[in-house]
């Protein structure tokens, strides 16, 4: 398991990409974001058409574990983008509407990162490579909104979390991927 990280705009998708399709000619992407509204559908378009036409796509966030297991082709790589993405949606389902204020966020996290260790244990047991991207979020300022500061939070402790238990980690500025780990 190969987690590659950056900021927004960093080009960690595209590097993840290229180092996926340098081990594997066959990939399953696993996309995470959804469609929220007609910018966001044609970023989703856009992404799609960049990608090799032979890559099969899985759009979901939920149970990415269970994926990674039971929809891998033999033969096929695997490419999870994005994490961060993934943690919204869930974020946005568990919280059921409820304000931000009104939400417990420990137990939140709890349900968040059970997905997280499943989706770890999935990449680890996988016999093909699997890159994980993920947003750097932790180079900022501490965001003023109650809900961005437990995102932010979330998201942070599952990034090392991954992280820890990664094979490989990079880290991707202005297209430029650095090995850290």
Not at 82 to 91: H, M
Not at 146 to 156: E, N, P, S
Request: hydrophobic fraction near 40%.
């Amino acid at each position: 398991m190969i987690l590659v990280t950056g900021g927004a705009r960093s080009g960690k998708s595209t590097y993840a990409e290229r180092l996926l399709a340098k081990q594997c000619e066959q990939v399953l992407y696993i996309a995470t974001a959804q469609v929220t509204d007609e910018e966001m559908a044609a970023r989703i378009e856009r992404h799609k058409q960049e990608r090799p036409a032979h890559w099969r796509t899985w759009e979901g966030h939920q149970n990415l574990g269970l994926v990674i297991r039971q929809h891998r082709q033999p033969q096929e790589g695997v490419i999870l983008e994005c994490v961060t993405t993934l943690i919204a949606n869930l974020l946005f389902d568990l919280s059921g509407g409820v304000s931000s204020d009104d939400l417990d966020f420990a137990s939140l996290e709890v349900v968040i990162h059970h997905q997280i260790d499943d989706l770890i244990e999935a990449g680890l047991m996988c016999p093909t490579p699997v890159y994980l991207v993920t947003n750097e979020l932790g180079m900022g300022i501490t965001p003023e909104n109650r809900l961005a500061r437990h995102f932010v939070d979330i998201a942070g402790r599952a990034n090392q979390k991954l992280a820890q238990a990664a094979k490989e980690v990079w880290l991707v500025v202005s297209g430029i991927g650095v090995k850290i780990k």
